[in-house]
């Protein structure tokens, strides 16, 4: 959202790409997303009624 969406809603106040810095926040986002997916698609045990 700060490297992407503020900038381009407020361009004079925020800094354009900052190199590795804006490649790593990309980057970690990435892998939190791709964590979360994982955990999410984890077969679960069928449970008995």
Do not use: N
């Not at 986002?29 to 069928?46: C, D, S, T, Y």
């Amino acid at each position: 959202m700060y490297r992407v969406v503020l900038p381009l809603r407020f361009p004079q106040v925020f800094p354009r790409w900052d190199g590795m810095q804006s490649l790593a926040d990309i980057l970690a986002h990435l892998g939190v997303g791709l964590v979360i997916a994982l955990v999410l698609a984890k077969e679960r045990p069928a449970t008995e009624h």
